[in-house]
């Protein structure tokens, strides 16, 4: 059903003209409940710069700041100076599209207003002050210790997508399951309540709610994935820029990849994940508009939130996670410019983060018989696996 590591190894090396687009957290680096306390492989770092202009990462997570992943390079190569010197830092898009980065960490924030930037240093703040002032009700016994160390690790910081997450908290009442679901609840309501927030600054289009993992969309609005007694369900949601979504982005990581090669940038120099097409069928015909089949990279995709659960109601499929909408449209691209494109799925369930996991032919909670998303292959032991696998990868560059 899957290829072996070593045919598509084989696929990627014999063709020339190729752009690996990478999910970062539970791809190359371990889930953890505490975001702060993740690492990156130092080795892995210098297999990507091999790949120079090849390589992109595609992530809901952020470069800089100091929950950035420029900061866990740093910290892997032990040096604030080595990266910045030696091109090791991870090329490509963050917070969903917003934040571009090239090795040397040069930066850019293609898309976004000043009035934008200036709320989304505000959301942390209140974050924390309604979190607060929620827990005090849900778990009045815990001591404001203890409710400080929880909030402490929910409330992530991030410059362009701040974020809930949950996960620490789920873990202190895991047992049980009702609590978990009241808490998503919390969660969801705190997140909406920002939303309002924004309108008060004329800010009524330029957000949007990110469910990690989610059951898809329905009204515009992505779906909560409640807690069963096998997984958590939804354990983040990030506050972001509206249309900034994965797919958007890499058009965005094309029009750039092809504008280095050629000079020329196909969608224009000012393309960005805002002014991009929504739908997968307007993105397609953009690049069949713009992009000659003879520029057109061999797409390989790689990620892990990918989600399928049945509607019971309805017997339909939800479908849904942040790395879907992207893996799906190189999945498409590849039919539509008859190109290899390879699509990769890593599984980043561990002991601190319940996920679901393809185990052998079971796809349960990932895929369904009927899901048009097919992947080349599967990485069963998470991110040291795939960090193996990359390292064999990189060795041909």
């Known amino acids: ?48 710069s091999r790949l120079k202009e090849k390589f992109a990462v595609l992530t809901c997570g952020e470069h800089e700041g100091r929950r950035g992943v420029n900061r866990l390079v740093e910290k892997a190569l032990n040096s604030k100076t080595i990266a910045k010197e030696s091109g090791f830092y991870l090329p490509g898009l ?4 917003v934040e571009y980065q090239d090795r040397f960490s040069n930066l850019s924030y293609p898309g976004l207003k000043n009035s934008e930037i200036n709320f989304l240093a505000e959301v942390p703040k209140m974050m924390r002050s309604m979190l607060t002032h929620e827990l005090k009700e849900f778990l009045p016994n815990l001591s404001d210790e203890l409710r400080n ?51 008060h600054f004329e800010l009524d289009n330029s957000f949007y709610l990110h469910l990690m993992p989610n059951l898809g969309i329905r009204d515009g609005k992505e779906i909560i994935k409640y807690s069963t007694q096998n997984e958590f369900g939804t354990t983040d949601i990030q506050f972001i820029i509206k249309g900034a979504i994965k797919e958007a982005g890499l058009l965005l990581l094309l029009n750039k990849y ?3 090669k050629t000079g020329l940038y196909p969608f224009g120099e000012n393309f960005n994940v805002r002014n991009a097409p929504k739908t997968h ?3 397609i015909e953009l690049c069949r508009d713009k992009i000659p089949s003879d520029q057109m990279p061999m797409l390989i995709g790689v990620g892990d939130t990918v989600t399928s659960v049945k509607d019971n109601k309805d017997n339909s499929w939800l479908r849904g996670g942040s790395d879907r909408g992207f893996l799906t449209l190189i999945q498409r691209l ?27 032919t079971d796809m349960r909670g990932i ?13 069963n032991d998470g991110p040291k696996e795939y960090i193996k696998w990359f390292k064999q990868l990189a060795s041909n560059f």
């Open 258 to 260: 092809i504008a280095n």
């Open 149 to 199: 160390k929880l909030i402490d690790v929910a409330v992530c910081d991030t410059r362009f997508t701040p974020t809930l997450n949950f996960n620490e908290i789920f873990s202190f009442v895991k047992n049980d399951f009702q609590k978990v679901k009241d808490l998503q609840l919390i969660m969801q309501k705190i997140m909406n309540n920002l939303l309002e927030n924004s309108k």
């Open 1 to 48: 059903m899957f290829k072996t590591k070593e045919e598509v190894i084989d696929t990627i090396i014999n063709e020339k003209n190729i752009l690996i687009v990478q999910d970062l957290d539970g791809v190359c680096i371990p889930l953890v409940q505490d975001p702060l306390k993740r690492e990156i492989n130092k080795e892995y770092v210098k297999d990507v």
């Open 367 to 379: 895929s369904d018989p009927h899901d048009n998303l097919k992947f080349n292959m599967v990485i």
């Open 94 to 97: 963050a917070a969903c599209g």
């Open 281 to 283: 069928n307007k993105l």
């Open 334 to 360: 590849g039919k539509s410019y008859k190109k290899d494109n390879q699509v990769l799925f890593v599984n980043s369930c561990n002991d601190q983060v319940l996920r679901p996991r393809i185990t052998g």
